[in-house]
């Protein structure tokens, strides 16, 4: 027998630039750019500031991405944000930053996708249900099928990306070249623009949708010039997803007005609506509802690798690090974070709900950019020349990016105290209880490093 065991195979270094750039459109192109720029909308009232705040909202999100692809590249091994803030701080730092993901920021944004589900769901039917019960019965049948360990291939996951992108290409063709709503007599247009405050309550919304470049990195292990074609595939693939937005923040302005796309819930609806009628609005609403089910359906898998981290790192319920032996998957994790996203959508309202995602969510966001700070820190006494993707312009670059995250996230607080302060009271009892689970320490080599 050989004593050193099995050889660990690599990954297959298959992927080049074009690759890199589709998954990182891929992974931040949501359903939040169908119902966000309304959002946007109510709070700056000028077409300039809504289209501003896309813009904003992009640069922070191209500079974090950097700072994301050099973390992994300086730490391939020790499985991501959750390890990164454990080794750049302390234990504590780290659990929060699950803690916090399990019962705010994934549940929160998988409760905020059920609701824009919901809303085209019933957009589309035309029922009179509550967007809310829709949203919560998706999320309880999309955790029950995860659960028994059934997946969409590779090939679903295309075919519904290509569905939204054709949503997005069609509401950008009829907004940019299709006609155009007059402002109906007796509405009264905003006479202010809702100056910096009202930037910055829209950074939320528009974070939210940007919400994804975090996961663009991890691919670099199967790229065959990660060096090469990773900076490259970020930077594509952002400026890509920016322009997207943009333009379908365009449309929606140009067809609606600012006026009318503050007053819809349904933006892309009503700009098809505009222009085709109600079957333009039942087909885009079709393909949004379509998209969203699946995006809605990936996001329930990706979380609980980290509650099972914690769990197996001893400072999270021992259950929660359990493995079904015939399906291989982290089932009371995926049961536990399903019910926390059904009882966010249940009893919140969509904009209530990106309030209580984003002010935690960019926090953490923030902590982490910083660790690229203490990591770079540390290495500064080697002298090795390894050549890895570096951020341009660090540390200028990444700590705007740490401030910018870190001042959205008082901004959402302060202007948004009843629905933020949620979140920081539940990161509050988080530090407070992480002392209990500490007293067990966990068994040796539990930890994920993978």
């Given at each position: 027998?050989?004593?050193?065991?099995?050889?660990?195979?690599p990954?297959?270094r298959?992927?080049?630039?074009?690759?890199?750039?589709?998954?990182?459109?891929?992974?931040?192109?949501g359903?939040?750019?169908?119902v966000?720029p309304a959002?946007?909308a109510?709070?700056?009232?000028?077409?300039?500031?809504?289209?501003?705040?896309?813009?904003?909202?992009?640069v922070?999100?191209?500079?974090?991405?950097?700072v994301?692809?050099?973390?992994?590249?300086?730490?391939p091994?020790?499985?991501?944000?959750y390890?990164?803030?454990?080794?750049?701080?302390h234990?504590?730092?780290?659990?929060?930053?699950?803690?916090?993901?399990?019962?705010v920021?994934?549940?929160?944004?998988?409760?905020g996708?059920?609701?824009i589900f919901g809303?085209?769901?019933?957009?589309?039917?035309g029922f009179?249900?509550?967007?809310?019960?829709?949203?919560?019965?998706?999320?309880?049948i999309?955790?029950?099928v995860?659960c028994?360990?059934?997946?969409?291939?590779?090939?679903?996951?295309s075919?519904?990306?290509?569905i939204?992108?054709?949503a997005?290409?069609?509401?950008?063709?009829v907004?940019?070249?299709g006609?155009?709503?007059?402002?109906?007599?007796?509405?009264?247009?905003?006479?202010?623009?809702g100056g910096?405050a009202g930037?910055?309550?829209?950074?939320?919304?528009?974070?939210?949708?940007?919400?994804?470049?975090q996961?663009?990195?991890?691919v670099s292990?199967e790229?065959?010039?990660?060096?090469?074609?990773?900076p490259?595939?970020?930077?594509?693939?952002?400026i890509?997803v920016?322009?997207?937005?943009?333009?379908?923040?365009?449309?929606?302005?140009?067809v609606?007005?600012?006026t009318?796309?503050?007053?819809t819930?349904?933006?892309?609806?009503e700009?098809?609506r505009?222009?085709?009628?109600?079957?333009?609005?039942?087909?885009?609403?079709?393909?949004i509802?379509?998209?969203?089910?699946?995006?809605?359906?990936?996001?329930?898998?990706?979380a609980?690798?980290v509650?099972?981290?914690?769990?197996?790192?001893?400072?999270?319920?021992?259950?929660?690090?359990?493995?079904?032996?015939?399906t291989?998957?982290?089932t009371?994790?995926?049961?536990?974070?399903?019910?926390?996203?059904?009882?966010?959508?249940?009893t919140?309202?969509?904009?209530?709900i990106?309030?209580?995602?984003?002010?935690?969510?960019?926090?953490?966001?923030?902590?982490t950019?910083?660790?690229?700070?203490?990591?770079?820190?540390r290495?500064?006494?080697?002298?090795?020349?390894?050549?890895?993707?570096?951020?341009?312009?660090?540390?200028m670059?990444?700590?705007v990016?740490?401030?910018?995250?870190?001042?959205?996230?008082?901004?959402?607080?302060?202007?948004?105290?009843?629905?933020?302060?949620i979140?920081?009271?539940?990161?509050?009892?988080?530090?407070?209880?992480y002392p209990?689970?500490?007293q067990?320490?966990?068994?040796?080599?539990?930890?994920?490093?993978?």
């Amino acid at each position: 027998m050989d004593s050193q065991g099995p050889r660990e195979v690599p990954l297959a270094r298959r992927l080049g630039r074009f690759d890199a750039t589709m998954i990182v459109m891929g992974g931040i192109i949501g359903a939040g750019i169908f119902v966000n720029p309304a959002v946007v909308a109510r709070n700056v009232h000028t077409a300039t500031l809504v289209l501003g705040a896309w813009l904003i909202g992009g640069v922070i999100a191209l500079i974090g991405a950097f700072v994301y692809a050099e973390l992994a590249a300086l730490r391939p091994r020790v499985g991501g944000q959750y390890a990164y803030l454990r080794d750049a701080y302390h234990p504590i730092v780290a659990f929060l930053y699950g803690w916090t993901l399990l019962l705010v920021v994934q549940t929160g944004g998988m409760a905020g996708a059920a609701i824009i589900f919901g809303r085209y769901f019933c957009e589309l039917f035309g029922f009179s249900i509550s967007e809310q019960v829709v949203a919560t019965l998706a999320l309880a049948i999309l955790t029950a099928v995860n659960c028994l360990g059934v997946r969409a291939g590779s090939n679903v996951q295309s075919v519904l990306m290509l569905i939204k992108l054709v949503a997005i290409a069609l509401l950008i063709g009829v907004g940019c070249f299709g006609p155009v709503k007059s402002n109906p007599a007796g509405v009264e247009l905003p006479t202010d623009s809702g100056g910096f405050a009202g930037l910055a309550r829209a950074m939320a919304p528009v974070l939210f949708a940007y919400g994804g470049w975090q996961t663009a990195s991890f691919v670099s292990g199967e790229m065959r010039d990660p060096r090469r074609d990773l900076p490259r595939g970020l930077l594509i693939g952002v400026i890509g997803v920016i322009l997207c937005y943009v333009l379908v923040s365009y449309s929606c302005l140009r067809v609606l007005g600012v006026t009318d796309l503050a007053r819809t819930n349904v933006p892309a609806s009503e700009v098809m609506r505009h222009a085709f009628g109600e079957r333009g609005a039942q087909v885009i609403a079709a393909g949004i509802a379509i998209s969203t089910l699946g995006f809605l359906s990936q996001s329930i898998l990706t979380a609980p690798r980290v509650y099972y981290a914690m769990a197996r790192d001893g400072v999270f319920f021992k259950a929660v690090g359990h493995l079904d032996p015939r399906t291989r998957v982290p089932t009371v994790a995926i049961v536990l974070q399903g019910l926390c996203a059904a009882a966010i959508a249940f009893t919140g309202r969509y904009d209530q709900i990106l309030n209580y995602v984003v002010a935690i969510d960019v926090l953490f966001f923030g902590l982490t950019g910083a660790s690229l700070l203490i990591f770079r820190a540390r290495l500064q006494k080697e002298t090795s020349e390894e050549q890895r993707l570096r951020v341009p312009w660090h540390p200028m670059t990444t700590s705007v990016f740490v401030l910018a995250c870190w001042g959205i996230s008082i901004s959402t607080v302060v202007q948004f105290p009843r629905n933020a302060g949620i979140g920081v009271a539940i990161l509050a009892v988080g530090a407070l209880i992480y002392p209990l689970w500490r007293q067990h320490p966990p068994p040796k080599g539990s930890g994920i490093d993978a």
